[in-house]
């Protein structure tokens, strides 16, 4: 019996590493300003892309990041939805504030 010949080691290079964008500091944003449980999501995923690529696991990153853009347009429509919403509600209230208070003040109050 032959010992199985020794192949030389070839070191495979993938290019799109790093075309498979995370879209980490889009989600972190999203958790700050817009939809705190849908960035929070939405940074997990981030992270699976990273853990995917280190792994150098393409077809797991590109699935990760597409989820993660996904909830991160997802976020960012429901947070300014509800910004937008609060804004309207707000000026609703000063509207019936301004409503409800006498248009015509007197001059002087007749105390005597």
């Not at 590493?17 to 940074?43: E, H, M, Q, R, T």
């Not at 892309?49 to 991160?72: F, M, P, Q, Y």
């Amino acid at each position: 019996m032959d010992p199985p010949s020794a192949l030389p080691y070839t070191r495979l290079e993938i290019s799109n590493l790093d075309s498979v964008p995370s879209y980490k500091y889009w989600s972190i944003f999203n958790i700050l300003c817009c939809c705190l449980p849908l960035g929070l999501v939405a940074v997990f995923y981030s992270g699976q892309v990273e853990e995917c690529l280190a792994r150098r696991d393409i077809a797991g990153a590109k699935a990760a990041s597409n989820t993660a853009r996904t909830i991160n347009i997802l976020a960012v429509v429901i947070g300014l939805g509800c910004i937008g919403a609060a804004i309207f509600f707000m000026i609703q209230r000063v509207e019936l504030l301004k409503a409800a208070q006498p248009t015509q003040f007197p001059l002087y109050y007749n105390v005597g």
